[in-house]
Nanobody, 124 residues
Framework: QVQLVESGGKLVQAGGSLRLSCAAS????????MGWFRQAPGKEREFVAA????????YYADSVKGRLAISRDNAKNTVYLQINSLKPEDTALYYC????WGSGSPVSAVYEYWGQGTQVTVSS
């Protein structure tokens, strides 16, 4: 089992920046590729970013490319999501997820473990 706890979400103004964190516990964190997803009210959950177990490969949704950066610190069992130039449409519940088999994927079904989410609200 892997337990994931997200943090860092808050109310921010458009144009600002935010860094989300996801702390993992349980099995060896460095064995897992990690992903970030988000779900806005009334919308389906969507892929945001993913990172391989080593951190050498990263993947981003086209809609956020250039504004977001995913990173990880395996020594701290933590994955991060830096969000810059925040827009009201970034408002969502942000989840991190762990995949023990792949190298980072935009497909939510491959992720075995999920956190409870952290809320990001962007005011215009």
């Amino acid at each position: 089992q892997v337990q994931l706890v997200e943090s860092g979400g808050k109310l921010v103004q458009a144009g600002g920046s935010l860094r989300l964190s996801c702390a993992a516990s349980g099995r060896t964190f460095s064995n897992y590729a990690m992903g970030w997803f988000r779900q806005a009210p009334g919308k389906e959950r969507e892929f945001v970013a993913a990172i391989s177990w080593s951190g050498t490969s990263t993947y981003y949704a086209d809609s956020v490319k250039g504004r977001l950066a995913i990173s990880r610190d395996n020594a701290k069992n933590t994955v991060y999501l830096q969000i810059n130039s925040l827009k009201p449409e970034d408002t969502a519940l942000y989840y991190c997820a762990a995949d023990g088999w792949g190298s980072g994927s935009p497909v939510s079904a491959v992720y075995e473990y999920w956190g409870q989410g952290t809320q990001v609200t962007v005011s215009s």
